[in-house]
């Protein structure tokens, strides 16, 4: 996903508040809290908020120091491989929270690009981590446990009446999309239970609780969300509606005590033959038509095509820990030599140089690179076009 610089700031005049520097310290110590961590260091939440402040903090008097510090943190930015992992605790969007609470002026239109696929005929709908039980209409209730992902397991083991589906609920915007997606394809589910840890800076809770009460805005950016994307990318507005038409959200953020969320259950589904005789007297929620991606199948694999830029030795170097590539022209001429400690690194770097020209040549390198990265890691012996096999000893 990428973030746009800001374009609503009004004027060129940098931005002062009262007690900024303090503010400033803050986001400073949770955006160097976790640029030491690798995982944020591979993540796009933390790449985007690096370059939004970038473009944001020359607005604001005296932020040198922090912009200073954001080139820096952005150098140390590895090779992306995932938009999010929904971490209970996120430093980039606590970091992000605190900047637009701060120095609204500073806060730019944001945009998202992110997808998931869509299981027709089958329910869930979407594919997650979910506990699901649905067995006709004596399950009205989901239940979201947000950051708690051992509260749904638990609770699953129990096996509670009235229980639908459970599951967590991490970010606040794909993990939304796909609450929504769910709910709206099994009319069963009448109530939307909220319990768990609500992430820091997701506020994935919050948010859904802000969606039921307020709904979205023009751009689908849920309306009092304090979430730090609440931009609902994977949803039309009238499953937005119907999603909030068909189900009461029930805040219960921050309960994890298994006998108090089974006993609101119960009390939830006591309350659905009155939901059932209210549905008689009105007009039922009508039925949507929900939105998907074309799903294409996969096919075997056709002759592949030669690369004229020539081919490539993957070795791993279980004594240096590194990965060793040797490009070679076809009549056997080596041409170069890469070495590097993981495959993005150089994947990154023989396709920069030129040296790879067919996309299914990438492909096929790129599968290569990452076996031979897991060998590496987990001391397993690695054959080129072969799947990897224990190291004898």
């Known amino acids: 996903m990428r973030i746009r610089g800001p374009k609503n700031i009004t004027n060129s005049k940098t931005i002062n ?8 310290s803050k986001i400073q110590s949770e955006l160097q809290k976790g ?19 970038q ?34 605790y996120c430093f980039p969007a606590v970091a992000m929270n605190i900047f637009n609470q701060s120095f609204p002026e500073g806060r730019g239109p944001q945009s998202l690009s992110c997808g998931f696929a869509v299981r027709e005929q089958i329910w869930p709908s979407v594919p997650g981590e979910y506990y699901a039980f649905c067995n006709g209409s004596d399950c009205p ?53 909220l319990v768990g840890k609500d992430p820091e800076g997701h506020h994935s809770g919050k948010t859904l609780f802000s969606l039921w009460q307020n709904g979205v805005d023009e751009n689908m950016k849920v309306v009092g969300s304090p979430g730090r994307h609440p931009i609902l990318k994977n949803v039309s507005l009238s499953e937005v509606e119907s999603f909030r038409k068909q189900v009461q959200v029930i805040n219960m953020i921050g309960c994890e005590d298994t006998k108090i969320i089974i006993n609101k259950m119960a009390e939830l589904s006591k309350k659905l033959p009155s939901i059932r005789e209210h549905k008689k007297r009105s007009n039922p929620i009508s039925s949507i038509q929900i939105g998907t991606v074309q799903k294409i199948l996969a096919t075997e694999p056709g002759k592949s095509k ?46 920069e140089n030129g040296w790879i020209t ?32 224990k190291i004898r000893r």
């Open 306 to 351: 030669m690369d004229k830029a020539g081919y490539f030795v993957v070795i791993p170097s279980f004594e240096k820990k590194i990965i060793i590539v040797e490009h070679y022209a076809y009549d056997n001429k080596l041409l170069h030599i890469v070495e590097g400690k993981d495959a993005s690194a150089i994947y990154s770097t023989i396709i």
């Open 141 to 193: 209730v989901a239940v979201s446990t947000l950051a708690s992902v051992e509260l749904a397991e638990e609770i699953a083991g129990k096996r509670p009446e009235g229980l639908c589906i459970i599951g967590k609920t991490e970010t606040e915007n794909i993990g939304i999309d796909k609450v929504i997606k769910n709910t709206v394809t099994n009319p069963t589910i009448r109530f939307l239970l």
């Open 55 to 88: 473009l944001s903090l020359p607005l604001i008097e005296n932020s040198s120091d922090l912009l200073e510090n954001i080139r820096h943190w952005l150098k140390q930015m590895e090779t992306t491989k995932y938009s999010c992992l929904g971490c209970k």
């Open 358 to 389: 067919e996309l299914s040549h990438a492909a096929y390198l790129g599968r290569e690179l990452a076996k031979a990265e897991f060998s590496l890691e987990h001391r397993v012996k690695y054959i080129q076009d072969k799947a990897p096999g």
């Open 35 to 53: 640029i030491t961590l690798a995982k944020c260091r591979k993540c796009e939440c933390m790449k985007e908020t690096l370059e939004n402040l």
């Open 17 to 24: 508040r009262k007690g900024f520097s303090t503010q400033i």
